[in-house]
């Protein structure tokens, strides 16, 4: 059997390379705290995840809240008034934090027509608190259509569109570039919308906005095609002021008064003018 070499050892003093440093007398305990590394870190170092994290999350969630300046809730709104739909998509939210934003969406719901402006404030609380949520957004999007915050509603409803991949905010959207004065904009957010994915009250909201956009590029022929529709006689439905009104401007503008006067007595229950009767 042939013998290995032995190792070569590195522990004898003569094999150790000279050291540069000079000795010193100072001890480690003797050490400063700036030389100590990491030291100019203050606090605690922040938890890499699990529970410890979840709690800073929720930490973070409340700071940022109590920073802000919410609209007040009346106390009768509770957030059970939420469709479960809408409600479910708040299941990712803290739960206490989940509570107070679906009612603030009560609440956009509550004063959307009686006062645009507290709906819209509520419309922004809710964002503040749940910007991630594209219900939230689309929410506060509309509240702000209503309010006439044009380029606020422009964002939080791209925002939702951007989320969600949903279309339910596109009608609304495509009112929002009315308002900033893209009208083509508006006919091409229209025309690529499939109305069997909207409810009927998404459609009646693009007919109106389609149509108006129709009236600013001068079609207003054009525009009152947009509007006559089965929904034109519902008379009752929430968004039968609205649809009616739209279509009543729209023979106006086309120079069919007559036309106009008398839709205006038939579904309005006004009585005719003067000039209508002569």
């Known amino acids: 059997m042939v013998e290995r070499p032995a190792r070569p050892s590195y522990n004898k003093s003569s094999d150790r390379r ?11 305990s ?72 679906a009612k603030h969406l009560v609440c956009i719901n509550l004063f959307l027509e009686s006062d645009a402006e507290r709906a819209f404030w509520h419309g922004q609380a809710a964002v503040f608190r749940a910007g991630r949520v594209a219900i939230v957004r689309e929410r506060a999007g509309i509240a702000a259509l209503n309010f006439k915050k044009y380029e606020i509603a422009q964002k939080e409803l791209r925002a939702a569109i951007r989320i969600s991949g949903s279309q339910s905010a596109l009608p609304y959207l495509a009112q929002a570039e009315l308002a900033l004065g893209n ?46 529709c089965p929904e034109l006689t519902l008379s ?20 069919r008064l007559k036309e106009a006067e008398e839709f205006r007595v038939k579904y309005q229950k006004i009585e005719p003018s003067e000039e209508s009767k002569g």
């Open 18 to 28: 000279p050291s540069s440093r000079k000795p010193t007398d100072r001890k480690p």
């Open 30 to 101: 003797d050490r400063k705290p700036s030389d100590r590394r990491g030291s100019d870190r203050s606090g605690p170092r922040p938890a890499r995840g699990g529970v410890g994290r979840e709690r800073n999350d929720l930490r973070d969630e409340n700071r940022r809240v109590r920073k802000f300046a919410e609209p007040d809730i009346p106390i009768e709104v509770t957030g059970k008034e939420l469709e479960k739909r809408d409600a479910f998509a708040l299941g990712t939210l803290a739960a206490e934090n989940g509570e107070v934003v």
């Open 183 to 228: 009208p083509r904009k508006t006919l091409e957010i229209a025309g690529s919308i499939d109305p069997k994915l909207l409810t009927q009250g998404e459609r009646v909201e693009l007919r109106i906005a389609a149509a108006g956009a129709r009236s600013a590029l001068g079609q207003s022929d054009a525009a009152v095609v947009t509007l006559t």
């Open 236 to 255: 009752d439905a929430s968004f039968a002021a609205k649809l009616q009104g739209a279509y009543i401007q729209a023979l106006i503008a086309a120079g």
